[in-house]
């Protein structure tokens, strides 16, 4: 699958996820913008990229702030006349219980994953329609933002935020044949490594042993290099038809999640009191109740799995 002559913007991808992206869409033939806050990593990054045959600049800026996309832009054309891919990726975590989460922990989650998204899918439409030859938008979520995440206030809401602008924006850049798809990722990273039950399992990827079926199939995670073909497939002209998606990858398993629905629906005439309610909700809604949280099967008898597992690591 060739991505020859296009261009693309990869936000946080100095290393982790994002690096796997660049790399991914290089090796694929696209010229690659390559942005990350930590200069000494884009830098490795296009280092990297260049090495491998491929073409690469770097941008060293935190996105959030409108100037930082319009320089992403800016640069794809001047360096390489074009834009046809953003792969919105960049992401912070600031973890804490919601009674312990600081105004500042919540704002710069915030800031980075939902304003960061905003502003750089923003920019890079304005471009894109302004080519009119169509484009590709990837943005990144995560289990979090599906799910919900103990700890995880900030970085739940913003993912599951990406999300609900994507549906929007598939909508809106739709006649300028401009697709917009989430991928969901789960990935053994440097932030998988810090979750106890899965230390040993990162220990053991990075030895390069193969990592068990219940790893890489029912808890979704190998490297970063099993989520980045699926970022590759987006950005080409083979997913033209696809838009407005969030699609699950990692390890061996690939999934595409559902939209919110109705899980049940009764109706009263003259409407609805509170007695009603509760008279109503054990036989019609209590069924169909749905749990909060990222449910996991066991890694090993006695070790329980949860909690967050990849999003968008740096």
Do not use: C
């Not at 549906?167 to 998988?192: D, F, G, K």
């Not at 919110?260 to 003259?270: I, K, S």
């Amino acid at each position: 699958m060739t991505l020859a002559g296009k261009v693309a913007i990869v936000t946080g991808s100095g290393q982790g996820l994002g690096l796997a992206y660049a790399r991914a869409l290089a090796e694929a033939g696209a010229r690659v913008v390559v942005n990350d806050v930590d200069g000494a990593a884009a830098e490795r990054a296009v280092e990297a990229i260049t090495e491998a045959g491929g073409a690469a600049v770097a941008v060293v800026a935190p996105v959030g702030p409108t100037d930082t996309a319009d320089l992403l832009v800016r640069t794809a054309v001047e360096e390489f006349g074009r834009l046809d891919v953003l792969v919105a990726n960049a992401g912070v975590i600031r973890d804490r219980v919601l009674w312990k989460m600081t105004d500042d922990d919540f704002d710069v989650v915030v800031a980075t994953h939902l304003r960061g998204t905003f502003t750089t899918v923003r920019a890079a439409a304005a471009r894109l329609r302004e080519q009119g030859e169509g484009g590709r938008i990837v943005v990144v979520g995560s289990p979090a933002g599906q799910h919900g995440n103990f700890g995880q206030t900030s970085y739940a809401a913003a993912k599951a935020g990406v999300v609900a602008m994507a549906r929007t924006w598939s909508l809106e850049l739709a006649r300028a044949q401009v697709t917009v798809n989430v991928v969901i990722p789960t990935a053994i990273t440097a932030m998988t490594a810090t979750i106890p039950v899965y230390r040993e399992v990162a220990e053991a990827y990075e030895r390069g042993e193969t990592l068990p079926r219940v790893v890489r199939q029912e808890h979704a995670l190998g490297g970063p290099e099993d989520v980045a073909p699926l970022v590759v497939w987006l950005a080409s002209d083979a997913s033209a038809e696809v838009t407005g998606q969030a699609i699950g990858v990692g390890g061996d398993k690939l999934s595409l999640y559902s939209y919110p629905e109705e899980l049940a629906v009764t109706y009263r005439d003259g409407g609805w009191s509170a007695e009603a309610i509760a008279e109503a909700w054990p036989s019609v809604f209590a069924p169909s109740g749905q749990t909060s949280g990222i449910t996991l099967p066991p890694l090993e008898d006695g070790v329980p799995a949860g909690g967050a597992v990849g999003g968008t690591a740096q």
